[in-house]
């Protein structure tokens, strides 16, 4: 799908009635699970699966870790209310372009849902964020949409969206002061969770020192590859929207450089640096640290979406 071709909104919603129950199909809550996040889905009950392969529009994941499927099912106590989760996303840097890489948020949007919790995997550019804490994102810094690389280039979807969205509302107050609230119900050490802003890159490399270095002194807290082209999307369709993201490495920011010309001086000297290991980092450290928090996630989210009003 490329900008420019019709969107198959018409097929997609058809696709989801032949194989969604009625009960399941208008869900008012949508999750999106980042990499190793999919567990978010697995206390659903009554869950239908339903793969993106079935679905007109969408396309593959293909990222280690992400499954590829829509999740209908109950969450929460008592009869449940219906949710949505999309079990992996679709990035720029897989060779997506924008439209397929927000055409599930536009779906979601028109199969009735009107918040959406949005997860991701993603690096710390901030000293006081250790890994494994949880990001709620309050505000994002997004080079690429700076620079004509923006989900909403090109006609409209529809006639009411605005041509020039604001976003300096995007991060939903209301939404955020739930997640604060149910962390405090769960009882969660308040280190583990805190409030940060998300930069955006278009990956796939993972950032280079100088880089780590300028979006840190432009204020950000965290960097990944995902996110902000949905809560664009999200946000044009008129959604609230809440953004969790778990920190599973550090970006490497080196105080200096380390200087090959004193190197090969001292050598030369009689008397060698002893040079530290170089720290790099790997979707795997990334998976991992995914594994060992996605039950306070998955916790988080459950809670969240039960104080979410049903109005
Ligand atoms: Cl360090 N950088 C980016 N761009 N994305 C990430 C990450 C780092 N860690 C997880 N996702």
């Known amino acids: 799908m490329t900008a420019g071709t019709a969107l198959p909104f018409a097929e997609t919603l058809e696709a989801v009635r032949a194989l969604v129950p009625t009960k399941l199909r208008n869900p008012r809550i949508g999750i999106v699970c980042g990499s190793g996040l999919s567990g978010l889905a697995e206390s659903f009950r009554e869950t239908v699966l339903v793969p993106y392969e079935k679905l007109p529009g969408f396309a593959k994941s293909t990222v280690p870790g992400h499954k590829s499927s829509l999740a209908f099912g109950l969450t929460g106590k008592g009869e449940g209310v219906s949710v949505v989760a999309m079990l992996g996303r679709f990035h720029p840097y897989e060779g997506h372009a924008f439209p397929t890489v927000v055409y599930p948020i536009r779906i979601m949007a028109r199969l009735g849902v009107k918040n959406i919790i949005i997860t991701n995997a993603a690096g710390s550019l901030n000293p006081n964020i250790p890994v494994g804490t949880i ?39 209301a939404l955020r002061r739930l997640l604060f609230l149910s962390a405090h119900h769960l009882a969660l050490d308040r280190s583990a969770l805190t409030e940060g802003t998300y930069a955006w890159v278009g990956g796939p490399t993972y950032e280079t020192p100088a880089e780590g270095r300028l979006l840190r002194l432009a204020g950000a807290d965290v960097v990944g590859m995902s996110t902000v082209p949905e809560v664009v999307v999200a946000r044009e369709e008129g959604l609230n929207i809440m953004v969790m993201s778990l920190v599973t490495n550090f970006v490497v920011i080196p105080d200096r450089y380390r200087s090959i010309r004193e190197e090969v001086e001292a050598e030369l000297a009689g008397n060698p640096i002893q040079l530290e290991q170089a720290q790099v980092v790997s979707h795997e450290e990334v998976l991992e640290v995914g594994r060992e928090k996605a039950e306070l996630m998955k916790k988080l989210v459950e809670s969240v979406v039960e104080r979410i009003p049903t109005v």
């Open 135 to 173: 990001v709620v994102i309050q505000d994002h810094l997004a080079l690429p949409n700076l620079t004509c690389m923006n989900p909403l280039l090109g006609p409209s979807t529809s006639p009411e969206h605005p041509r020039f969205l604001p976003l300096s509302d995007a991060y939903s107050p």
